[in-house]
T-cell receptor, first 112, second 109 residues
């Protein structure tokens, strides 16, 4: 069974540029999560989807971050415009509701 | 929100040694997971253990939910065990995972 797939694995951009990350969850998992991991820290949730509905986006900086999960499968997380402080690893995870979460390999973002 | 504390923050072992990592949490949980983050950043699931005891090879884990702590045991450590070990919990009221700060394990040959 394939795991959580993310792309790209690495991204380097200039500040003020837009950037987008893509995630394909494990087949059949209805819950999808985006986490951000800063250097030396544990991941922190940005947004959680149940099917296509965002049910927890309290930690998402809505002035510059947006996310979508069309048709309740793949998801895209976007930052526009990026700031220096957005440099981090962006992790996607999926699960059956109320169950064990599985993480993708992450996208390492560097903002110059 | 719920607080998660892991100890020790750093641990250096010789190959073959045993170790115990601890995770304390401040509220009731419906999900507790242990992860190993390898040098490439991948979070590898070790245990899904909101309560009870599980074993997988040289690793085992115990969660005592009523006392709000979990322990991860690593026996006969190998150099490939090196990396950061995270404990993460999901509160009863929702399913986001709150992570601890991690334990950085280094196993020397």
């Amino acid at each position: 069974e394939a795991g959580v797939v993310q792309s790209p694995r690495y991204k380097i951009i200039e500040k003020k540029q837009p950037v987008a990350f893509w995630c394909n969850p494990i087949s059949g998992h209805n819950t999808l999560y985006w986490y951000r991991q800063n250097l030396g820290q544990g991941p922190e949730l940005l947004i959680r989807y149940e099917n296509e509905e965002a049910v927890d986006d309290s930690q998402l900086p809505k002035d510059r971050f947006s996310a979508e999960r069309l048709k309740g499968v793949d998801s895209t997380l976007k930052i526009q415009p990026a700031e220096l402080g957005d440099s981090a690893v962006y992790l996607c995870a999926s699960s059956l509701i109320w169950n064990e979460q599985f993480f993708g390999p992450g996208t390492r973002l560097t903002v110059l | 929100g719920i607080q998660v504390e892991q100890s020790p923050p750093d641990l250096i072992l010789q190959e073959g040694a045993n170790s115990t990592l601890r995770c304390n949490f401040s509220d009731s949980v419906n999900n507790l997971q242990w992860f190993h983050q390898n040098p490439w950043g991948q979070l590898i699931n070790l245990f899904y253990i909101p309560s009870g005891t599980k074993q997988n090879g040289r690793l085992s884990a115990t969660t005592v939910a009523t006392e709000r702590y979990s322990l991860l045991y690593i026996s006969s450590s190998q150099t490939t065990d090196s990396g950061v070990y995270f404990c993460a919990v999901g509160e009863t009221s929702g399913s986001r995972l709150t992570f601890g700060e991690g334990t950085q394990l280094t196993v020397n040959p």
